[in-house]
Each structure stands twice: as structure tokens, then as C-alpha cells.
């Protein structure tokens, strides 16, 4: 069914309809009104999924999509403007400018642990850059997959212009979209098949593996796709000496076991000297009960993992090292509790993958070892450093590369207006929130608009040529 429901929405791109503003911003209003009459459905099915708590739902999908959303509102007129380039003499007389073309049609791929504020957040820039938009709910998210599927499309209306054509997308589901929009839900087989048509932009938010075959795959490969890929990468955090034990200890605390640890910048593991060692375990002891009391799998405000194949997973990285806090499991009610490792060698498992509520702790004499460590592995996605002295933060910020960089707190969410959550190396191609995704989904193009006339202007530039014409001609096409 693929096939047809992409050229479906194809023809209505080609059609010009999704261009206006107008019909950019009653699109970008319909995922609002979804989240604010399904909130407590959303609500719900996180909890099932995740035994995620209605808190963290609130701060970590709807509050964050609300501000990107009023933000893109805020400035979308602002970001659809041409922008004027510099001319040479030879365009004075001539409009030169770069326009934001939307692509077409572009196809979004949610990952599992934010599935709504990851599915719904390039959803409103995509829109908002004025393409059609097929997307793809993660499946291993079931619960919250179904509350999309069956109630999104209807929160969106018809193209302007337009009569809605349902299309149906799965044979599981009724209907699922008007004519500019589409959701998808499928397994990897089907997946595989939806890679195959040719997408204008694929935005895939995942594993560094996933997003391998994506990268690799029909659509990206055979048709030059380009793509945003925002990758799990790992996430050091260097913690000096000269830190602040106690507050340490909470961000990172909180960071870590923020949705049971299923956060792509979560903290993976922190590097300290081993006398910070000693003195960082108790506080994070201490952060661990004021947060989820003595007994975390009794507390509402502690999650799940969201999968049997995913609790498994990361039960098997409590081998590594020694368990100094927490390490009891439940596999019945995929619980592992908020646990922190001690005595971790450098090519340990649970170094190299991206883990659920484990924090370890690897030692590393001076700033200088931490870098060279963190350096000799994948690039990191997040880099954070807990310090108050300026003279280390800005050695790490120097000598390290990363996709974001943070300071004395652990994770932060970036600020609408913000260009954070770039990804570089392992974590992934390309930029992501604030202006910059309205820009990601965008075709910068280059316009020039020539009058007829003035014929004896372009005179130097034609045969017969003489050499004694290319000062003339130098002098007007180099800028000064």
C-alpha cells in the first residue's frame, strides 16, 4: 500500500497547496488539539508502555512540545522570508535571494523511549517548512503507536483548496490520513518496505545501528535521499574535583534515572578521580532516596523498562564492574532499579552501549586522562562536565568534539529558540530544534531574477572573445 499513499501525497505537494502560510499554520494547530483532548489518554498509554509518571509525561513530551510548537508559530512568518545575498557588480541591477522551498515529501521515524514529543516535534517543523508528512510511530511503544494511529488524522484537516482522501495505511487500522499527511504503522518488514519508495527527507530518530539501514537503505541509497539521523550516542560526564558534591550528585541522579534511564542524552557514565569517587557515592546514595525512597519500585515517580527484549538487554550490563547502589530486577514487571557501578573497566559492555538505569563510574587521575578516554571513543552525542573551574570547563570544551555541550547540570532540554541537539559522528547527521529544524526540512534555493533588457551589459561575456575583456570581467564578478 506504500506506493500509492506516497504518491498520493506527492500530488498534493505538487499542487502548490501546503505552500501558504495559512494553510501551514491551520496544519501546525491540529497536533496541539490533539494533545490537549487526548492528553490523558497520552497519559495513560505512556504509563502502560513505560509505567511512565504523569509528570515526566507532562515535562518531557507535552510542556516541551507545546513550546516548540508556540514557538514555530511565533516566528514562522519570520522564517519563511527570502534572505537577501550579497551582489557583485554584475547583479546590482538584479534580485538575488535564497528561498526555503519545502522538500516535498518527507517521512518521520519515531524511536520508542519519547514517542509522542519525538514523533510530534519534527512532525510541526516539517509542516511548518510546508511538505507533506508520512509518519512513521515506533512499534515497540504499542500503546501509545495505537492512541496515534487512531486518533491523530482526525485532529488534521484537509489540505486548502481541497477535499480530504483517506488513505489507509495499514489493514489494522481504519483510515488514516488526509490528502498532506499520513501515519504508518509497522514493523521492521514493513519498514523495510516504506524505505523503499522515494522519500524528499527522511528524519530517523534511533540507534546508531537503525540508523545504519536507514542510512543504507532503498530510498536513502538509490534516490539520493538527504537525511537527519538523531542517534543515541553515548554521553560522558567528566566530574572534577572542584565540584559542588551534592548538587553533582542530584543532576546527574536525576539525568540518569529521568524515564527509568531510556533518554538519549541521559548521562552514560561519569569520569572522576577516585577520591571523588568516595566522596560522590554517598551523595548519590542519598539523591536516589530523596527521589524514589528507600524502596524505588514502590515510588510512582520511578518507570519501566519498555520492553521484555530491552529489559533483558540492559539486565545483562549489571555484569559489568561492581554494583555499589541498587542492581535488584524484576523481570515480571521489567523493573531494574536506579543502580550506580563501581570498579568498571574501559571495554566493558556497558561502556560501549547505551544502557537503562545504570549509572558507572570509571576513574581517570586528571582532566587530561578523561579527555583522552572519552576522545578515543565514538564521539559523544552530549558532553557534560561538573565543575567550578572555568580553566577545566574550558579545556574539555577545547579539546572534544560533541553534538551538545552542557555544564553543571544533566540532561538539559534545549530551549525552543535555541540550535542545540546537533549530532555529530556516531550520534547521528544534522541539526535539530529551534530554527534549525525549521531549516532541516527546508531546501535552501538559490533565486536570481534577470530583466530582458540591458543586452549590451552581458556584450564582454560573448564570442568572439578578446582577451583585453576579462579585467573588465574579473572586476565584476570577484567580490571586493
Known amino acids: 500500500p506504500y506506493a500509492g499513499l506516497v504518491s498520493r501525497l506527492r500530488a498534493a505537494w505538487l499542487s502548490g497547496r501546503t ?3 495559512e494553510h501551514r499554520v491551520a496544519q501546525l494547530e491540529a497536533p496541539g488539539r490533539f494533545l490537549d483532548e487526548k492528553k490523558q489518554d497520552v497519559l495513560e498509554a505512556a504509563a502502560l508502555d513505560m509505567g511512565k509518571p504523569p509528570f515526566e509525561v507532562e515535562l ?6 507545546r513550546s516548540e510548537l508556540n514557538h514555530t508559530l511565533n516566528n514562522l ?7 537577501h545575498v550579497e551582489k557583485n557588480w554584475v547583479t546590482q541591477l538584479d534580485s538575488a535571494f535564497i528561498r526555503k522551498d519545502p522538500y516535498g515529501v518527507v517521512l518521520i521515524i519515531a524511536p520508542w523511549n519519547y514517542p509522542i514529543h519525538l514523533l510530534l516535534v519534527p512532525l510541526i517543523r516539517a509542516i511548518a517548512a510546508g511538505n507533506c508528512v508520512v509518519m512513521k510511530p515506533s512499534e515497540i511503544s504499542r500503546n501509545v503507536e495505537r492512541l496515534v494511529a487512531e486518533t491523530l488524522p482526525s485532529h488534521v484537516p484537509p489540505c486548502a483548496l481541497s477535499a480530504p482522501a483517506r488513505l489507509c495505511c495499514h489493514t489494522s487500522h481504519p483510515p488514516l490520513s488526509q490528502d498532506c499527511f499520513a501515519v504508518v504503522t509497522a514493523g521492521v518488514k514493513e519498514t523495510t518496505r516504506l524505505l523503499e519508495n522515494k522519500f524528499d527527507h527522511i528524519f530517523f530518530t534511533g540507534s546508531p545501528s537503525v540508523g545504519r539501514i536507514v542510512m543504507a537503505g532503498a530510498a536513502a541509497a538509490n534516490h539520493l535521499t538527504p537525511l537527519t539521523l538523531e542517534l543515541g550516542g ?8 572542584t565540584c559542588d558534591v551534592q548538587n553533582t550528585a542530584r543532576r546527574v541522579a536525576w539525568g540518569r534515572f529521568f524515564n527509568a534511564g531510556q533518554t538519549c542524552v541521559a548521562p552514560d557514565y561519569v569520569l572522576c578521580s577516585a577520591e571523588m569517587r568516595e566522596k560522590l557515592l554517598p551523595a548519590l546514595r542519598e539523591a536516589i532516596t530523596d527521589f524514589y525512597g528507600s524502596n524505588p519500585r514502590e515510588s510512582p515517580d520511578f518507570g519501566r523498562m519498555v520492553g521484555d527484549k530491552q529489559f533483558q538487554r540492559v539486565q545483562r550490563l549489571l555484569r559489568s564492574g561492581r554494583v555499589a547502589i541498587g542492581g535488584q530486577t524484576d523481570e ?4 531494574i532499579a536506579p543502580t550506580v557501578l563501581v570498579d568498571v573497566q574501559q571495554d566493558d559492555p556497558i561502556v560501549q552501549e547505551t544502557s537503562g538505569p545504570i549509572l558507572p563510574i570509571l576513574t581517570a587521575a586528571s582532566v587530561d586522562d578523561a579527555i583522552t578516554f572519552i576522545n578515543a571513543q565514538e564521539r559523544p552525542l552530549a558532553l557534560y562536565v561538573s565543575s567550578s573551574c572555568k580553566k577545566v570547563v574550558n579545556r574539555v570544551l577545547e579539546r572534544m568534539s560533541s553534538g551538545g555541550f552542557c555544564t553543571n547540570d544533566t540532561p538539559v532540554p534545549p530551549e525552543p529558540g535555541s540550535e542545540a541537539r546537533c549530532s555529530a559522528g556516531q550520534s547521528g547527521l544534522g541539526r535539530y530544534h529551534g530554527r534549525s529544524s525549521f531549516e532541516t526540512f527546508s531546501h535552501p534555493r538559490s533565486a536570481l531574477l534577470r530583466g530582458a533588457g540591458r543586452e549590451a551589459l552581458n556584450a564582454p561575456r560573448y564570442p568572439p572573445y578578446a582577451p583585453g575583456r576579462l579585467p573588465l570581467l574579473w572586476a565584476a564578478i570577484e567580490p571586493k
Open 19 to 21: 505552500r501558504p502560510m
Open 60 to 65: 518531557s513530551k507535552i510542556s516541551i512540545f
Open 77 to 83: 512568518g519570520t522564517w519563511m522570508k527570502d534572505e
Open 332 to 335: 515480571d514487571a521489567r523493573y
Open 234 to 241: 553515548k554521553n560522558p560526564c567528566y566530574v572534577s574535583d
